[in-house]
């Protein structure tokens, strides 16, 4: 379905201006449909008709009131409509003032009575809002009805002179009070002349228990700095009015204007006591999980000292080894716990997790060849439950690659079950073996880190320019325990896919990684 704004571009020569102030009207229009209890439509004439039809006018808006049954069942947001099946709509459209009459079976199948008013924007008449009536609407019964419908009628008015929607106001949310939360009149003076039953349960929860009628908020002992500045700026003000113990009221005040002349004003009032408690709750809630993060982080960071002091008391070796790998991956855990306990949430910002792993990984080179680390793409958010066996993941390909890809091709990367690479001479003085390693130190190695991410999937590409893999290399069949590690997580954790290969000399040597993970991970 096009959004108002989409119709208005394809089918009427609207300007930037024009279409803004209708958009605001759309923003705010439940108010009219709740205070005249009637449908609307919005109707706008299209631009371009062919030479020979008759002018048309196509439907930008349909809203229904919230307060009675709908006399519209069909939508028609998108339609366009020959302008004389519309002659009452055309009549207000041309002549710029409301137009009241019977529609004959065009709207809603029936003859029913029909308002239309004209939307105007500085001296042209954009628009027309055509308000579907009930027959027994034209006759109000209560006084809140005859209220309500007054209410509508000085707004309609504010619509045909340019005086409403307001230029600066926002579009409301949905916090923003509606018509049925309560219904507040004051005259020019500030003095409540009406206040709805809903209205008075609002200031009840305020603590206010007497007549508010005739008296003015702050003779109420409720905080009146929205009314009297809506009263004095002629704009739309909202504030919220506290009481303790954590009782919470939405204030809005929308002035009532005659000809730009003040002449009072309709308070919604909303009681959000309940809500400002979830909110609250949520920020408590927020508060814990930070916390929880943020001490995991602490002890994985001890954990990782730990094991980093027990490495450099180990003597050199294969317990070394494993202590400084079982370190570095501690550590990439932490880094997704600690971005997490700034930001607790469902989608954790990967982007981050990729740069703190990067430095780490810059941080470990110890090859005699300089390694440079360049990141491609972003993968931007990731469900939490995705981000740490991926970062763990491509923390230890990038380790693979910064400590195996760039040694000399006699100490490359050996894994078991696989044929190593052939040896070369030990570099004698002079020798082809110990040119080829003095070029190999004087050149920077290249490792490149890919990034995607799609609707369904995201990829991780890790590639080298070293040695390349041992030929026969088989993650499946590997007994390399970073490896093993990687293709457990990838594959068995995250429903993915894991692949290494070697790329060959013509396209410049070195391994890929291609790492793939679905984003709904199958149970």
């Known amino acids: 379905m096009p959004t108002p704004g989409e119709l208005a571009q394809y089918h009427t020569s ?8 209708l958009q605001r009207l759309l923003g705010s229009w439940s108010l009219l449909a709740d205070l005249s209890f009637s449908d609307l439509l919005l109707l706008v004439p299209t631009s371009g008709a062919p030479a020979g039809t008759p002018p048309h006018l196509v439907v930008l808006g349909q809203i229904r009131p919230n307060n009675r049954p709908t ?16 002659p009452l709509c055309t009549q207000a459209l041309h002549s710029g003032e409301i137009v009241a009459g019977v529609a004959d079976k065009v709207v809603a199948g029936a003859v029913l009575p029909v308002e239309n008013i004209p939307v105007r924007f500085h001296d042209r008449v954009l628009a027309v809002v055509v308000r579907v009536c009930q027959s027994q609407q034209l006759t109000p019964e209560s006084d809140y009805e005859r209220t309500y419908l007054d209410l509508f009628r000085r707004l309609s008015l504010m619509v045909t002179r340019s005086a409403f929607p307001f230029p600066a106001e926002d579009v409301g949310t949905e916090e923003t009070p509606r018509v049925g939360d309560g ?16 209205a008075v349960n609002a200031f009840h929860r305020l603590g206010v228990f007497t007549s508010p009628e005739g008296r003015r908020f702050a003779d109420l002992g409720v905080e009146d700095v929205a009314v009297e500045r809506a009263l004095s700026t002629g704009s ?5 009015v506290e009481r303790r113990p954590n009782v919470s009221v939405l204030v809005h005040c929308i002035p009532l204007l005659d000809n730009k002349t003040i ?16 909110d609250r709750l949520l920020l408590s809630k927020d508060a814990a999980i930070r916390e929880v993060h943020h001490r995991v982080k602490n002890n994985l960071q001890t954990i990782s000292s730990l094991l980093h002091l027990q490495a450099r ?12 790998e079982a370190e570095r991956r501690v550590r990439s855990i932490a880094i997704v716990h600690e971005i997490l306990s700034r930001d607790p949430g469902d989608q954790v910002p990967f982007d981050e997790i990729v740069g703190a792993i990067v430095q780490m990984a810059k941080d470990s080179v110890v090859s005699a060849r300089p390694v440079e680390i360049t990141v491609a793409g972003e993968v931007g958010e990731v ?26 091709e006699s100490r490359g990367l050996r894994l078991p079950g696989t044929r190593s690479a052939r040896p ?7 020798s082809r073996g110990e040119k080829r390693r003095k070029a190999e130190a004087g050149t920077v190695g290249r490792v490149t880190v890919g990034l995607e991410h799609d609707p369904a999937m995201v990829r991780v590409t890790v590639r080298d320019d070293g040695i390349g893999l041992p030929r026969g290399f088989d993650i499946e069949r590997t007994s390399s325990l970073g490896l093993s590690i990687v293709r457990d997580l990838v594959v068995s954790q995250l429903g993915g896919s894991i692949d290494m290969s070697r790329v060959p000399r013509s396209a410049g040597g070195g391994t890929r990684v291609s790492i793939e993970v679905p984003l709904s991970t199958p149970h």
């Open 14 to 21: 609207l300007k930037p201006d024009e279409l803004d102030h």
């Open 71 to 86: 006399l519209v069942g069909e939508d028609f947001v998108g339609q366009t409509v020959a302008a004389p099946d519309w």
């Open 183 to 198: 219904v507040v009149v004051v005259d020019r003076e500030g003095r409540v002349v009406f206040a709805s039953p809903n």
């Open 236 to 240: 739309p003000i909202v504030e919220e």
């Open 263 to 278: 002449t009072g004003a309709m308070v919604l009032l909303r009681d959000v006591t309940d809500v400002r408690r979830l």
């Open 313 to 324: 008391r180990a003597g050199a070796g294969a317990g070394r080894q494993a202590l400084l």
């Open 383 to 408: 469900g939490a439950d995705v981000a740490t066996p991926l970062a763990v993941a491509m923390a230890e390909v990038l380790q693979n690659a910064v400590e195996h890809a760039f040694e000399p």
């Open 424 to 430: 070369t001479d030990k570099g004698a003085p002079g």
